[in-house]
C-alpha cells in the first residue's frame, strides 16, 4: 500500500485531501499542531471522518521533521501559518514562520528521500504589480522565474511561499529529488474557517436577511478566483503524478468575481436583494487576482462546481448549523 505523509492535514485543504487519499487506498500519516487560527479541525469532526488507513500525529511538524527518518512514497506539504485577510495583514511576523517551517520541509525530503513531494504554493506568491486597478492580467504560471527579475508578492505570505517554490528549485536541481507545486486561488467549501471571505459572507447575509442594504469588505470591487474545494482536490490527484518534474499548476476556475458580485449572488441564493456596498475601513488585499487556465487545460481540467451551485452548497451547510 501506498504511504504518504501530509502535513497541515487537519486544514481545510488538507483535511479534503486526506479524505480523497484513503478513498483512493493510501496509507495517510497526517501532521498537525492544530494551531489557533489555522482553520484546523479534529478528525471526528471532518465532513468524512477517517476510519481505517489514517494515523494522527499531533505536533509541529517542525519537531517531526527533526526527529522522523520515515521514507514515504508521496509528501503533501500544506502546513503554514494562514487565515484569512486579517491575519495576513495584521500577524505578518506570524506568517512568516511558514519560511522557517518549508525550510525545514526541504532539509528533511533531502535526507529521507521521498517518492515525490507536493508543494502547496500560493496564488500570493504572484507580483502584486500585476494585480493593480490600472495594470491587471490573468495570472500564468510562467510569470514566476527564478532566472530574471522577479516581482513583489503579496505580503509575508506571499514571500514565504515564494521562497518555498525556490527552495522546491533547489532541491530538484541540487538534490535530485521528484517534486511539484501547485498555486491555488481563492478555495472555498462548505466546512471553510469563517475567517475566510467566501463562507464569512454566506453567514453575514443570512444572518441580515430583508435588510435595505448589506456591506463587503474594501471597495467591494476587487476581484478574486473562486474554486470549489472538490475541484481543487480533483485537480491535484489528477496531475501531481504527470507535472514535470520541479513544476508548478494553477488551481483555478479563470473565472474573476468582485466581492459585490458574490454577495448579489448570495443574497439571491437567500432570496432577496439588497443594495451592496463596499466598506473602506475593511482590508480588501490586491484588486484582480485571476488564474490563466490553458496550463490547466492541457491536463484536462476543468471545474465541476461552478461558483452558483457551490454558494447552494454552502448556505445549505450554514442553514444545517445553529451558530
Given at each position: 500500500?501506498?504511504?504518504?505523509?501530509?502535513?497541515?492535514?487537519?486544514?481545510?485543504?488538507?483535511?479534503?485531501?486526506?479524505?480523497?487519499?484513503?478513498?483512493?487506498?493510501?496509507?495517510?500519516?497526517?501532521?498537525?499542531?492544530?494551531?489557533?487560527?489555522?482553520?484546523?479541525?479534529?478528525?471526528?469532526?471532518?465532513?468524512?471522518?477517517?476510519?481505517?488507513?489514517?494515523?494522527?500525529?499531533?505536533?509541529?511538524?517542525?519537531?517531526?521533521?527533526?526527529?522522523?527518518?520515515?521514507?514515504?512514497?508521496?509528501?503533501?506539504?500544506?502546513?503554514?501559518?494562514?487565515?484569512?485577510?486579517v491575519m495576513l495583514e495584521?500577524?505578518?511576523?506570524?506568517?512568516?514562520?511558514?519560511?522557517?517551517?518549508?525550510?525545514?520541509?526541504?532539509?528533511?525530503?533531502?535526507?529521507?528521500?521521498?517518492?515525490?513531494?507536493?508543494?502547496?504554493?500560493?496564488?500570493?506568491?504572484?507580483?502584486?504589480?500585476?494585480?493593480?486597478?490600472e495594470a491587471y492580467r490573468?495570472?500564468?504560471?510562467?510569470?514566476?522565474?527564478?532566472?530574471?527579475?522577479?516581482?513583489?508578492?503579496?505580503?509575508?505570505?506571499?514571500?514565504?511561499?515564494?521562497?518555498?517554490?525556490?527552495?522546491?528549485?533547489?532541491?530538484?536541481?541540487?538534490?535530485?529529488?521528484?517534486?511539484?507545486?501547485?498555486?491555488?486561488?481563492?478555495?472555498?467549501?462548505?466546512?471553510?474557517?469563517?475567517?475566510?471571505?467566501?463562507?464569512?459572507?454566506?453567514?453575514?447575509?443570512?444572518?441580515?436577511?430583508?435588510?435595505?442594504?448589506?456591506?463587503?469588505?474594501?471597495?467591494?470591487?476587487?476581484?478574486?478566483?473562486?474554486?470549489?474545494?472538490?475541484?481543487?482536490?480533483?485537480?491535484?490527484?489528477?496531475?501531481?503524478?504527470?507535472?514535470?518534474?520541479?513544476a508548478c499548476l494553477n488551481?483555478?476556475?479563470?473565472?474573476?468575481?468582485?466581492?459585490?458580485?458574490?454577495?448579489?449572488?448570495?443574497?439571491?441564493?437567500?432570496?432577496?436583494?439588497?443594495?451592496?456596498?463596499?466598506?473602506?475601513?475593511?482590508?480588501?488585499?490586491?484588486?484582480?487576482?485571476?488564474?490563466?487556465?490553458?496550463?490547466?487545460?492541457?491536463?484536462?481540467?476543468?471545474?465541476?462546481?461552478?461558483?452558483?451551485?457551490?454558494?447552494?452548497?454552502?448556505?445549505?451547510?450554514?442553514?444545517?448549523?445553529?451558530?
Amino acid at each position: 500500500m501506498a504511504r504518504a505523509l501530509v502535513t497541515g492535514g487537519a486544514g481545510f485543504v488538507g483535511r479534503h485531501l486526506c479524505g480523497k487519499l484513503i478513498s483512493e487506498g493510501v496509507d495517510v500519516v497526517c501532521v498537525d499542531k492544530f494551531a489557533r487560527g489555522t482553520g484546523a479541525m479534529r478528525p471526528a469532526e471532518w465532513p468524512n471522518p477517517p476510519k481505517a488507513g489514517f494515523s494522527l500525529i499531533e505536533e509541529d511538524c517542525r519537531r517531526y521533521f527533526d526527529r522522523a527518518d520515515d521514507r514515504f512514497d508521496m509528501v503533501f506539504h500544506l502546513a503554514a501559518m494562514v487565515g484569512g485577510r486579517v491575519m495576513l495583514e495584521t500577524q505578518t511576523l506570524l506568517v512568516a514562520e511558514d519560511l522557517a517551517v518549508d525550510t525545514d520541509m526541504w532539509r528533511w525530503a533531502a535526507r529521507t528521500r521521498p517518492g515525490s513531494v507536493v508543494y502547496f504554493s500560493s496564488s500570493a506568491a504572484y507580483p502584486v504589480s500585476l494585480q493593480r486597478p490600472e495594470a491587471y492580467r490573468k495570472l500564468s504560471e510562467d510569470m514566476i522565474g527564478f532566472e530574471a527579475s522577479i516581482g513583489v508578492p503579496d505580503l509575508s505570505y506571499g514571500w514565504a511561499k515564494l521562497s518555498g517554490e525556490y527552495l522546491m528549485k533547489l532541491y530538484v536541481e541540487n538534490y535530485g529529488g521528484r517534486a511539484v507545486a501547485y498555486r491555488p486561488f481563492s478555495g472555498y467549501g462548505e466546512d471553510q474557517d469563517l475567517s475566510y471571505p467566501f463562507p464569512a459572507i454566506c453567514r453575514r447575509l443570512l444572518e441580515e436577511r430583508g435588510a435595505e442594504e448589506v456591506f463587503v469588505w474594501g471597495s467591494g470591487r476587487q476581484c478574486r478566483d473562486f474554486i470549489h474545494i472538490s475541484d481543487c482536490i480533483d485537480f491535484v490527484w489528477r496531475t501531481f503524478t504527470r507535472l514535470q518534474n520541479g513544476a508548478c499548476l494553477n488551481i483555478s476556475t479563470g473565472v474573476a468575481t468582485s466581492f459585490i458580485e458574490l454577495a448579489r449572488l448570495v443574497s439571491r441564493g437567500i432570496g432577496w436583494e439588497p443594495k451592496i456596498s463596499g466598506r473602506s475601513d475593511k482590508p480588501e488585499g490586491v484588486f484582480y487576482r485571476c488564474g490563466d487556465t490553458a496550463l490547466q487545460a492541457s491536463y484536462g481540467l476543468s471545474p465541476r462546481v461552478d461558483l452558483e451551485a457551490g454558494v447552494a452548497l454552502t448556505l445549505d451547510h450554514l442553514r444545517s448549523r445553529v451558530y
